[in-house]
């Protein structure tokens, strides 16, 4: 069974920055794209980036374009979202994802496994 656990979510004042980690049972993160999402209270599920494996390449939205890095240690088999420069709209549950196939593009991707989120709260 393929469990994935998000940790790091906070409250930070707006400007403050907060380092999110995933990391997954049952399969080695190190083989999968992975995919940050968040979703805020009324609003769609976002995605924010996606780290593809296979291809050495992340790519990210517009809304967090370098402002947040997605980065894996695969020796911790984690993978990290680096979320600098926090605005109040940043404000949501944030989760990561992967598809059951590893080695897939991120163009191509269908994100079958979810973690239950961390929650992240920019304040002043």
């Known amino acids: 069974q393929v469990q994935l656990v998000e940790s790091g979510g906070g409250m930070v004042q707006p400007g403050g920055s907060l380092r999110l980690s995933c990391t997954a049972s049952?399969?080695?993160?190190?083989?999968?794209?992975v995919a940050w999402f968040r979703q805020a209270p009324g609003k769609e599920r976002e995605l924010l980036s996606c780290?593809?494996?296979?291809?050495?390449?992340?790519s990210y939205a517009d809304s967090v374009k370098g402002r947040f890095t997605s980065s894996r240690d695969n020796v911790k088999d984690t993978v990290w979202l680096q979320m600098n420069g926090l605005k109040p709209e940043d404000t949501a549950d944030y989760f990561c994802?992967?598809?059951?196939?590893?080695?897939?593009?991120?163009?191509?991707?269908?994100?079958?496994?979810w973690g239950q989120g961390t929650q992240v709260t920019v304040s002043a």
């Open positions: 780290d593809s494996s296979a291809y050495n390449s992340t």
């Open positions: 049952g399969i080695s993160l190190k083989f999968y794209t």
């Open positions: 994802a992967t598809d059951h196939v590893p080695l897939v593009a991120c163009s191509k991707a269908e994100y079958d496994y």
